[in-house]
């Protein structure tokens, strides 16, 4: 019944707000959330969408973060990486937030950075791939975006420009963390981006924990140290055994769980819904 966690083309994802919410319809889910990436621009349009097809509208974006804690090393061993994400994505919902009042306009404008930050470094990128001969246009880039444009979408050029056959030959090759083309951007932490989330009235939740390298000891701890108020431990990433023992943790420790398919689109194989999650442990925000 609960997807919280979905993308339109208003960050990276494939599908219109309406046709987001439409397959979320489809796929028998009651409460939804559009979590486009550090862009609320597709709320208005979501909560009518949701209304046509009878949804409960959450209000929600994902937030890009520094990381929050160094990766460990025996977890990074057991999945087989070199390095973990260069950032971490904190999700915030905002259940209750009246539209254009006080309390959204704060969040906007301590939000707007974040996405103005996106282009300047995808220029960047840009210029480094023209310097690895592989020029790309900016404009076709951000073309392709919609008020947050990133990496995806600088794959998706260079696959149409016949540089790599798929987005992950692209960030595998030149875009992703560490690769030649690849730059970092000021991120805000996850303590401060939890402040400016409650200051708003909202929640927030640890999105997709499995890209963080981390062992679930450590990561409960530090989010009850951050302020952080739940996990997604129900992710389309996560193992069964992965989901039980996060969930256990985070139950215990008294921190609430979400769930969430991170959807971007069809064309990727991706189905919206079909998250199992514990009612119970749900944010109680969620559940009134």
Not at 70 to 76: D, E, Y
Request: aromatic share 8%; charged share 20%.
């Amino acid at each position: 019944m609960f997807d919280l966690h979905s993308h339109s083309t208003n960050s990276d994802g494939q599908h219109s707000v309406s046709e987001v919410a439409q397959m979320m319809s489809d796929s028998k889910v009651r409460y939804w959330s559009l979590t486009d990436h550090d862009t609320i621009l597709g709320w208005e349009s979501a909560r009518q969408a949701a209304d046509n097809q009878g949804l409960v509208f959450i209000p929600g974006v994902e937030l890009t973060c520094a990381p929050g804690l160094p990766a460990n090393a025996k977890v990074l061993e057991h999945q087989g990486l070199e390095r973990a994400s260069d950032s971490w994505h904190l999700l915030a919902y905002f259940p209750n937030i009246e539209f254009q009042s006080q309390q959204h306009k704060q969040f906007k404008t301590w939000l707007a950075p974040l996405g103005e930050g996106r282009i300047p470094r995808m220029r960047t990128m840009v210029e480094k791939l023209s310097e690895l001969g592989m020029p790309v246009d900016l404009n076709a880039v951000l073309a392709r975006a919609g008020d947050s444009v990133g990496r995806p979408h600088l794959a998706d050029e260079m696959m149409q420009l016949g540089y790599v056959e798929t987005r992950h030959e692209a960030f595998e090759k030149w875009i992703g963390d560490g690769k030649p083309a690849h730059i970092t951007r000021p991120k805000p932490s996850i303590v401060d981006a939890c402040k400016a989330v409650h200051a708003a009235g909202g929640i927030t939740s640890i999105a997709h924990p499995l890209y963080y390298c981390v062992d679930s000891e450590s990561l409960i701890a530090y989010c009850l140290e951050s302020g952080v108020d739940a996990i997604e431990c129900f992710h389309r990433s996560h193992s069964d055994k992965y989901r039980f023992e996060l969930w256990s943790a985070a139950r215990d420790a008294g921190l609430s769980v979400t769930c969430g398919s991170d959807f971007h689109g069809k064309m990727y194989n991706q189905t919206p819904g079909r998250m199992a999650v514990p009612a119970a442990t749900l944010p109680i925000q969620f559940k009134n």
